[in-house]
């Protein structure tokens, strides 16, 4: 007679299921998930907090501009970092610093001591932190998951990252709600932010890593090894050109979520609720699209599937900046929200598949320099322009050339997902060149 699988074995067997395997990443997801409702309960405060002090798209704008400026400058440098170190040990120094620059936040703004260019401060700060922060975090889950169970385990924490996108904005909304003194409520997620950071803290110093990848190699220099990061990004086939799509993705589709307290207060005249209720919107629909991705095993066809998904977002983001109500606009910046959980996370999804275990940190460092820093570069210029024109106006021109752009990018889908879709090449001779080779088709 022959065993039957449990529901638990039939389970981790197939799709998002396949990451329950591995006890650390578990404790290591789902303590981040506590972490990522503090992050987003600080996006809500952060924003608000600025729209409070100036009531000005252009403040908003700069204040996402200023917090991207230390990742733009740092994050190449702390990737290579990450590549010659030990990258949970990293991990570990990266959150106690981001915890001690919250306690800071919250003590600051509980006290009333905070005014707009402490905000900037506090932001130029948090954008040098997030540049250590990030890369280590996304170097993690191959560390903790063999590959063909990464695509699981980067759509099991896109799941719970955007889930808390949904529970953190909305608690957020009510806790400054419930506070006559709107600055002191915002204290509050700070406060609250802490707690979530500490949690993750903890979880960082009981998981030990599984799949140890190999490291750069120590012989050459840290110069030597931040060049030939960059170089591995030209050379190999295929790896540039989707940087660049990814570039220019964000400068112009992902900026809407930098001026979402514009949109609700400005545009729809909604205040702090209406700001929770569309950031909780985005919340749903990328939760809904890191669902679709997680549970999507293959890297061969993803591609596809991201290329598909940003010409669908053109059409949701249409919708959201056009909409004729609030309502409408919530529906549709959900739609928006789908688009844009299945373009980041299917890209990641392909980022992470096909590269060297020896460049990881520092392409990495690049791709998360790209996603953290496009759109507060790109919510910086379109709220800049939205103070000599109006808000819906800036985002239908530039949702409208980026359609152009994409139309232009079509006839390369080929040559992107051939290589893309492709493993890494064997490099157990440690030779840099030999992963930019053409992928085995």
Known sequence: MIDQPSRWQRFTSQGMGRAFRHRDFVIYTFSGFFANIGIWVQRVGVQWLAWELTHSYAWLGAIAFIDAIGVIVCMPFFGTLIDRSDRLKMMRIAQVLVTILVVILATFTLMHWMTIWLVVAAMALHGVLDAFWAPARLAMSPSLVPREDLA????MNASLFNLAQILGPAAAGLIIAAFTDTVFGI???FVITTLGYLVYLVALCIIRLRYEERRASSATSFVT????????IFEKPGLSLYMALMLVTTLVMRPFRELLAGFADGVFMQGPGGLAMLTSAVGVGALVGALVVANTTKVKGMT???MTVFAVGIVAQFAFVLAPNFNIAVGAIAFL?????????GSQVLIQSSISSTMRGRVVSVWSLIMRAGPPIGAWFLGTLAEFSDLQTVFVIATAIYALFFICMIP??????QNMEAPPVDESRGDVRRSTAEPRT
């Open 187 to 189: 204290g509050m997620l």
């Open 412 to 417: 390369r889908f080929k040559l992107l997902a």
């Open 225 to 232: 090894d931040m060049k030939n990061g960059l170089l591995y």
């Open 337 to 345: 929200g789908i688009t844009v959980a299945m373009g980041g996370i």
């Open 304 to 306: 596809r599937l991201v």
């Open 152 to 155: 699981a385990a980067i759509g």
